[in-house]
């Protein structure tokens, strides 16, 4: 059982090349094949991916697409799992994962084996800041109401139990080949913010289940881009309200309405 994963730069060649460094001495032979993908032109990633005495050379079979343009999270994504589509041996996971995350202990190993129970079509690893708090990295469907709560500092979703989440974030999500290729991957009308909510979401009206992988945890240097950049907070905004006007979000919060009722 191997992974096929897929990581997109914006200028993070420093921490890609780390996490190479960390994927070559401990993703447990379950990385079959990384894909980088450089969203802008970085000659010194380029360059060093390019040498032969980096720690990942001949452990980890690195591949490289170079955008002629900047893409959109999903698309970059997109992209890198139909290019592993067209590999003689496509690995039956598809895994996407930030370039600032990393790990104490390899958390293949337990993602795989939750990928491996019935039903399970993604999967995500608990997160850490790197001062060890706990991340609300999976949380209830946003609505309006919840959001404003959650920014007037009076979210009740917070440190909800990891068991009853309707999404988690996309810094490290794992998926089952086949239920990535049914739902043709992230929705590319989002440009950056909520792909992750979005997919979840289908995910689950598509009769998979998401779920934590038991004892599988990593540490995310989250930036929060649209709390300091105006820019990232429109992008941030525009998404929710396509979010909102989808139909997986009005199909999903029916279905938890009947079910709850």
Same mark, same amino acid.
């Given at each position: 059982?191997?992974?096929?994963?897929?990581?997109?730069?914006?200028? $993070?060649?420093?921490?890609v090349?780390?996490?190479?460094?960390?994927? @070559?001495?401990?993703?447990?032979?379950?990385?079959s094949?990384?894909?980088?993908?450089?969203n802008?032109?970085?000659?010194?990633?380029?360059?060093?991916?390019?040498?032969?005495d980096?720690?990942?050379?001949?452990?980890?079979?690195?591949?490289?697409i170079?955008n +002629?343009?900047?893409?959109?999270?999903?698309?970059n994504? +997109?992209?890198?799992?139909?290019?592993?589509?067209l590999?003689?041996?496509?690995?039956p996971?598809?895994?996407v994962? +930030?370039?600032?995350?990393?790990?104490?202990?390899?958390?293949?190993?337990?993602?795989?084996?939750?990928?491996? !129970?019935?039903?399970?079509?993604g999967?995500?690893?608990?997160?850490?800041?790197?001062h060890?708090?706990?991340?609300? $990295?999976a949380?209830?469907?946003?609505?309006p109401?919840?959001?404003?709560?959650?920014?007037?500092?009076?979210?009740?979703?917070?440190?909800?139990p990891?068991?009853?989440p309707?999404?988690? +974030?996309?810094a490290?999500?794992?998926?089952?080949?086949?239920?990535? !290729?049914?739902l043709?991957?992230?929705?590319?009308?989002?440009?950056?913010?909520?792909?992750?909510?979005?997919?979840?979401l289908?995910?689950?009206?598509a009769?998979?289940?998401?779920v934590?992988?038991?004892g599988?945890?990593?540490?995310h240097?989250?930036?929060?881009?649209?709390?300091?950049?105006?820019?990232?907070?429109?992008?941030?905004?525009?998404?929710?309200?396509?979010?909102?006007? @989808?139909?997986?979000?009005r199909?999903?919060?029916d279905?938890?309405?009947?079910?709850s009722?």
């Open positions: 059982m191997s992974i096929a994963l897929s990581i997109v730069s914006h200028g $993070h060649g420093a921490q090349l780390q996490l190479l460094t960390l994927l @070559s001495r401990s993703s447990g032979g379950w990385i094949r990384v894909w980088i993908t450089l802008i032109a970085e000659p010194d990633l380029t360059q060093a991916l390019a040498r032969s980096g720690a990942w050379q001949g452990k980890l079979d690195v591949r490289l170079c +002629n343009k900047p893409q959109g999270f999903g698309a994504h +997109n992209h890198a799992f139909l290019q592993d589509q590999q003689p041996i496509p690995a996971y598809f895994a994962m +930030n370039p600032d995350i990393s790990w104490h202990q390899e958390p293949w190993r337990a993602m795989v084996q939750a990928a491996l !129970q019935d039903g399970v079509g999967v995500y690893p608990r997160q850490f800041d790197p060890g708090k706990p991340q609300d $990295h949380r209830r469907v946003p609505t109401k919840a959001l404003l709560c959650r920014y007037l500092g009076r979210a009740s979703d917070r440190h909800m990891s068991a009853t309707d999404w988690a +974030n996309a490290l999500l794992l998926f089952r080949r086949a239920a990535y !290729q049914q043709q991957g992230f929705d590319e009308s989002y440009h950056m913010y909520c792909e992750d909510v979005d997919i979840c289908r995910l689950q009206l009769g998979y289940r998401l934590e992988a038991p599988a945890s990593v540490v240097e989250a930036s929060r881009a649209s709390r300091r950049h105006l820019r990232h907070l429109g992008w941030h905004l525009r998404s929710l309200l396509r979010l909102w006007h @989808s139909p997986a979000y199909q999903y919060r279905r938890h309405e009947q079910h009722g």
